[in-house]
């Protein structure tokens, strides 16, 4: 659904995209992350047709996005890092407007605008002025704005800066609702925590280049390295660990050992139970989820990596 290739990217005398490539899938919810400066923004920006690339290519819901940069227009919503909104117009007529930027007119007009409002719960605020909401609802502003016109792709940079703890949570919940309604999301953010409630694909992004692509499956994010202390040593834990389905990467501890496995609970109850059964003296068998946080973290501390997260 959105793909880029060889994007290149100048600003005077900086190079903000060099040389990337990617593609998100239908349906999906990509997360982007990468430290300050890393061409996050910029890479938006030309996705959404806003900015034209040196050289490369991308095509997002199906359009050539240098090509036609209109019907790109037509098939993506995209919420910039630091958006505005009139202050003085009311919800309604934000949206109103938008959707007749984009030659929506008509039944569609008020039939979308209505929609819209009530997708992102914002029906009730509809005749209130934007000046009067809080930050959270003026982000649901913000993104029905992006929504209204009915885009297929929904380019979003940092949508939750600035947003309270509940308001995120409300905003992840959102995403999850628009992917299950078949959109596919490119979400930008520092707020990696929260990228883990939804993210099912992560673009890392350092000094103008992809570095990592990771798929965020359920099952991938079930995957967990087990802390394994016992009460006392035990000489073959080694080799009883290497002979347990799923149990991977065993590394033995002075006081226990530390393994990846990849199972369910109802799994992991069996395989403590196998360690008891063969007289390992378990006193604490515990799980270290690995999630988006440790790989963004793990490889920006890869050599070559030149800036803190
Ligand atoms: P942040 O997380 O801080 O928003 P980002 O990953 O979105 O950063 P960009 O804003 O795309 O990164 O910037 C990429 C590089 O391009 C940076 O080195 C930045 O200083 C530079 N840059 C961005 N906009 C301009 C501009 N208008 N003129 C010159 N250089 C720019």
């Known amino acids: 659904m959105i793909e880029a290739e060889h994007l290149i990217f100048e600003y005077p005398g900086v190079r903000a995209l060099d040389d990337v490539g990617f593609y998100v899938r239908s349906g999906e919810i990509a997360a982007l992350v990468g430290p300050n400066g890393a061409g996050k923004t910029t890479l938006l920006r030309c996705l959404a047709a806003l900015d034209r690339p040196l050289a490369g290519s991308m095509r997002v819901a199906e359009v050539d996005v240098l090509a036609r940069p209109r019907a790109c227009h037509r098939r993506v919503g995209y919420l910039a890092d ?6 003085e117009l009311t919800v309604r007529q934000c949206l109103i407007y938008v959707a007749r930027a984009h030659g929506i007119v008509g039944d569609a007009l008020l039939t979308g605008v209505t929609q819209t409002a009530a997708r992102l719960g914002i029906a009730d605020r509809i005749e209130q002025k934007v000046r009067t909401l809080s930050r959270g609802l003026r982000q649901r502003v913000a993104i029905a704005q992006a929504l209204v016109h009915g885009p297929e792709v929904l380019l979003l940079d940092e949508p939750a800066s600035g947003l309270d703890p509940e308001a995120r949570h409300l905003l992840a919940q959102l995403f999850v609702q628009l992917q299950r309604e078949g959109m596919t999301l490119l979400v930008s953010s520092h707020i990696l925590a929260e990228l883990q409630e939804y993210a099912t694909t992560m673009l890392i992004l350092r000094r103008g280049r992809i570095v990592e692509y990771e798929t965020v499956e359920p099952s991938a994010r ?16 080694s080799m009883l660990l290497a002979e347990i389905d799923g149990v991977t990467q065993v590394s033995i501890e002075p006081d226990g050992a530390r393994f990846l496995y990849r199972g369910d609970p109802v799994a992991q109850h069996e395989l403590l139970k196998t360690l008891i059964e063969h007289g390992v003296p378990v006193s604490s068998f515990a799980q270290e989820k690995v999630n988006l946080q440790d790989a963004y973290l793990s490889q920006l501390r890869r050599p070559g990596a030149d800036v803190a997260p």
């Open 82 to 87: 630091f958006y505005g909104l009139y202050e």
């Open 222 to 237: 079930e995957s967990a390295t087990v802390r394994l202390i016992l009460s006392a040593p035990f000489a073959s834990l």
